[in-house]
């Protein structure tokens, strides 16, 4: 399985443009990139996948370089509700594949 | 609303009790998962079930037994609970698309504390 590293915590402002960098060095061929959003005493919550270059939809964007070893999470204009821990993981597109969590990035918007 | 609904939300258990914490899922999906969270901590995978009739151990299974009645129920059960067992437990379920998208959907969590 893909390790991956994220920032333990990180700061902003409501408003700003937030982006949190995970690093996976040993992302493996088949491996997708998912980004996960927990907020307190809740299950985490799919916010987007991508596998290479960009993806967006309506909450974020996903950026991969070409070598894939490293993908960014962008979220436009945060607002305190995106308060939450973030999680970064890599895995295989095969359903039943076990995921590893990391320790996740814990984002804090102040007013 | 469809997704994974786990039960009970809260538990407080003795040391050397036992228990099982119920997990259903109504979207059809192949796979699912239990983990647990302690605080300020990640989540750690403890079993999964790949398809209705198979599990495998996760990061952490000692401990704990799991049980893949069907394909919408997967069950957790602590044989003797002990302090360590304190955690948030979550269940999940996923299922890959023919786009290769194979995100997991989680229940809302069992707050389970051993004294």
Known sequence: ?111 | NAGVTQTPKFQVLKTGQSMTLQCAQDMNHNSMYWYRQDPGMGLRLIYYSASEGTTDKGEVPNGYNVSRLNKREFSLRLESAAPSQTSVYFCASSEATTEGYYGYTFGSGTRLTVV
């Open chain 1, 1 to 111: 399985l893909a390790k991956t590293t994220q920032p333990i915590s990180m700061d902003s402002y409501e408003g700003q443009e937030v982006n949190i960098t995970c690093s996976h060095n040993n992302i493996a061929t088949n491996d997708y990139i998912t980004w996960y959003q927990q907020f307190p005493s809740q299950g985490p919550r799919f916010i987007i996948q991508g596998y290479k270059t960009k993806v967006t939809n309506e909450v974020a964007s996903l950026f991969i370089p070409a070598d894939r070893k490293s993908s960014t999470l962008s979220l436009p204009r945060v607002s305190l509700s995106d308060t939450a821990v973030y999680y970064c993981l890599v895995g295989d597109s095969n359903a039943g594949n076990m995921l590893t969590f990391g320790g996740g990035t814990r984002l804090m918007v102040k007013p």
